[in-house]
């Protein structure tokens, strides 16, 4: 079976045989964007983890798990823009032969274990969002104070998402690499691993399914939450607005993700198909595939910015650290001034005074 390079979220993904000669033509505009979505990225998804590791934000349990995502997206957009860029760059898409990389077996084995772990990132967000959700559905049944989960909990779930995305991308280790006689790092197509594309993004529709199910079900029992406990109005008040924050945050997060990354994973879907029915091959432009490509890291690189509308905690450290940084630019902006003398006339008494 002949290889579907467009269709591969991998490195190879911008390497297509037959149009070589379009490969070699720079464009600005994509590589401006490229920028754009990689500063952002960076200095969103860092502030974040910024703010917890120094201690701006209290550590309780959804503040971890959204640092958890923080980290997933930030090694998403580091192991794959600048790739991109670099390839756009220099008009050259191989992954070995050059000064960079060794070639040979340390070629292939950094082809697998980037494409690995790269494409592990992607599920990491989606299974923690899943993971809060069903936490602050245990969380709704307690409006007194919201029980949180211990350190060595917190860590195991933490390690669970990295271990499971890891987990159902490991055929990955197998199937990409830098083929014999080739010179980029790719995933071959046949129709035993578009089977396992195909099982695999099955699987993130559940995933979305879920998390949707799950917090719809608590917007639900919050509805009626208020009437059926017996608490002080102020105890009330503040528990029901902890979580409906959650649940916003995390249906935000979800409408953003599923926006900006089913149109990719439905291209992929499509081109896939071709193993499965009699239907012509889906003619897909560069154009086309780098745009759809594009948007789907916009995902990774401002969902920050809705940690911060709907999440108290990380607005409130954001604020401080804005008005340290304010304070900090104006003295070190302002000029030395000497300190101010008393006027002449509360040191001295005029002579007519003087009696």
Not at 272 to 287: C, H, K, Q
Request: net charge positive; proline share 4%.
């Amino acid at each position: 079976m002949e290889d579907f390079e467009k269709v591969n979220l991998t490195f190879a993904n911008i390497s297509s045989e037959g149009n070589q000669g379009n490969e070699h033509k720079i464009s600005w505009v994509k590589i401006i964007f490229i920028f754009i979505i990689l500063i952002c990225g960076f200095i969103l998804n860092s502030t974040v983890i910024f703010l917890v590791l120094a201690k701006r934000v209290k550590k309780k349990t959804i503040n971890v798990f959204v640092v958890n995502m923080s980290v997933a997206d930030l090694c998403s957009l580091l192991l794959y823009l600048p790739w991109r860029l670099k390839n756009y760059l220099t008009e050259n898409p191989d992954w070995q032969n050059r000064t960079d990389w060794a070639g040979g077996i340390f070629g292939d084995v950094t082809c697998k274990l980037i494409s690995w772990f790269y494409n592990s990132t992607d599920w990491v967000s989606l299974v923690t969002l899943l993971i809060i959700s069903v936490e602050r559905f245990r969380a709704v049944k307690s409006i007194v104070q919201l029980p949180g989960l211990s350190r060595c909990k917190t860590a195991s779930l933490i390690s669970f998402t990295w271990i499971l995305s890891g987990f159902v991308n490991l055929p990955l280790l197998i199937i990409c690499g830098v083929r014999s006689g080739k010179t980029f790092c790719g995933c071959p197509l046949t129709k035993t691993i578009a089977a396992y594309y195909m099982g695999t993004n099955s699987l993130y529709v559940c995933l979305v399914i879920s998390i949707l199910s799950i917090n719809l079900v608590i917007i639900r029992r919050l509805v009626r939450v208020q009437a059926s406990y017996n608490l002080p109005e102020a105890q009330q008040v503040r528990g029901l607005q902890r979580l409906h924050s959650a649940v916003r945050m995390v249906l935000c997060s979800l409408v953003l993700f599923v926006v900006c990354t089913a149109p990719f994973y439905a291209i992929l879907t499509l081109a896939r198909l071709e193993f499965f029915a009699e239907i012509s091959a889906i003619e897909i432009s560069d154009d086309t595939f780098d745009a759809w490509d594009f948007i789907f890291y916009v995902n990774a690189a401002f969902g920050p910015v809705i940690y911060f509308i709907f999440l108290d905690d990380f607005r409130d450290g954001l604020k401080q650290v804005i008005r340290g940084c304010v304070r900090s630019f104006r003295a070190n902006t302002q000029p030395d001034q000497p300190p101010e003398q008393p006027s002449s006339r509360l040191r001295h008494k005029p002579a007519c005074e003087n009696g």
